[in-house]
């Protein structure tokens, strides 16, 4: 069993455990996507049906995660990872062995559940076992390196797998990475348990009120916005968001301290993760569809032709660390989202006799943009709570950046199932990521130039 981290110093087998957890919850938002048009041939299903397989996994992830948070500090880190890496590994051989698309969906969303005890367990092991800022900060960098490697991965593994031994394989691959990382974990010492109490209200009304909005998305752009279900669960959603905020607000042991968005840092760092993801996941999703169904390429070509989006991100989140540490974290976290914003403009240019490696090339910078700004928002973000509610924090993060992930699939489904041409469909899209990664670029402006260092706790 190895020794708690000295101050000043951290653990390597710590920072291990916690990279692949990240690997593998990273790999499977993305190893998906690629293979939609394989699931849809293999067990049915439309657009509607698709978008549910991506956002059944992304929608418990980001709605349990608030509460997964408070079970880290409460049960302790690695005990809640433990727990979390093991359901991980069998909802994935359930994936795998799903017979129909309901099964699969069902499936999902019991990885997305275990996703989200992984998320904020795995950050909060990282940030039990460096002490030392200088120390964390590094380590941080390097534990988004475990999701870089997997943004650069999955496209590719799951074009590989879907065309060589079948898509079910994008999901059995979970398991030897599971198996690694219980092993590691077996030697940490036990986390410490922190007083945190459950906040059964707020977590049934934050699942209400996020399933109610996908659904109204997704379902609304198959369906039409106008249909009677469509509109009720987009009711829903909102009455069950504004339940969550009173249960919030009033409750004896929220889930979601309110008082944390007294911190700028947090309030917009929680903003900018929202779009993030949502540019990113979304592109990914969209130009997935376009290249197969609109290019007819296969799915391993299709993978590839992700590669430059892909190959330098963990070099850029390494440089990201450095930037930070030179000239503050806004530089790199401004200059990420004004270089995702300029891509996905220039991505409006596609049409359907663009040159592949066009595409591919116009696609880089949307990749490069969020590597470039999430290790220096992460590290801002853990900076500006104290060290007791580093689970809190970072599964809020973490939430919001799921959060956009999964609507930006579902709107952009909308948008595309709504448009004349897939072209139009995809332009409202990039457009509309574009927009919003440029008004979240403007708030970090409002940002302390070192709010690293002086944000409020």
Not at 1 to 11: V, W
Not at 381 to 395: F, I, K, M
Request: net charge positive; hydrophobic share 55%.
């Amino acid at each position: 069993m190895s020794a708690p981290a000295a101050a000043g110093g951290g653990s390597p087998v710590v920072l291990g455990a916690a990279l692949l957890g990240f690997f593998l919850i990273s790999l499977d938002a993305l190893i998906v996507t690629v293979a939609l048009p394989d699931i849809g041939r293999s067990l049915g299903g439309g657009m509607s049906g698709l978008q549910w397989v991506v956002d059944g996994y992304t929608l418990l992830f980001a709605a349990l995660m608030l509460s997964a948070g408070a079970l880290s500090d409460r049960i302790g880190a690695r005990q809640s990872y433990a727990a979390g890496l093991i359901l991980f590994a069998l909802s994935s051989a359930a994936c795998g062995l799903a017979p129909n698309l309901t099964t699969l969906i069902a499936a999902r969303l019991l990885q997305g559940a275990a996703a989200a005890v992984m998320m904020p367990a795995s950050l909060a092991l990282v940030r039990q076992g460096f002490p030392d800022q200088a120390q964390r900060a590094r380590a941080i960098a390097i534990w988004t390196v475990g999701g870089a490697v997997a943004v650069a991965a999955g496209p590719v593994l799951g074009g590989a797998l879907t065309a060589t031994v079948g898509w079910r394989w994008i999901f059995y691959v979970n398991l030897p990475a599971g198996l690694l990382a219980l092993i590691l974990l077996a030697r940490i010492p036990a986390s410490p348990r922190l007083p945190a109490r459950l906040d059964l209200t707020g977590q049934v009304t934050a699942v209400i009120a996020m399933g109610g909005l996908t659904y109204g998305m997704i379902e609304g752009g198959a369906e039409g916005f106008g249909q009677p279900l469509v509109v009720g669960s987009l009711v829903v959603a909102v009455a069950s968001a504004a339940g969550f905020l009173t249960a919030q607000a009033k409750g004896a042991h929220p889930m979601l301290p309110l008082q944390l968005f007294r911190s700028r840092v947090v309030a917009v760092s929680l903003a900018i993760g929202f779009m993030l993801n949502a540019a990113y996941y979304g592109s990914v999703f969209i130009f997935s569809l376009y290249l197969q169904q609109q290019r007819g390429q296969s799915a391993l070509h299709a993978g590839v032709l992700f590669i430059p989006m892909t190959a330098l991100v963990a070099v850029v989140n390494l440089a990201s660390a450095k930037l930070a540490a030179l000239f503050g974290p806004r530089v790199p976290m401004i200059a990420g989202q004004l270089l995702g914003a300029a891509g996905l403009l220039t991505l409006l240019t596609v049409g359907p006799h663009t040159p592949l490696w066009t595409v591919a090339a116009l696609m880089v910078p949307v990749g490069l943009g969020g590597a470039l700004a999430v290790p220096a928002l992460t590290a801002m973000l853990l900076d500006a709570v104290p060290a007791n509610r580093a689970g809190t924090a970072s599964a809020l993060l973490n939430t919001g950046r799921q959060i956009g992930g999964a609507l930006a699939v579902a709107l952009f489904g909308a948008l595309l199932a709504g448009a004349d041409t897939f072209r139009t469909g995809m332009q409202w899209s990039m457009l509309t990521a574009a927009t919003g990664l440029g008004l979240t670029a403007a708030t970090t402006l409002t940002l302390r130039r070192n709010g690293h260092r002086n944000a409020e706790a």
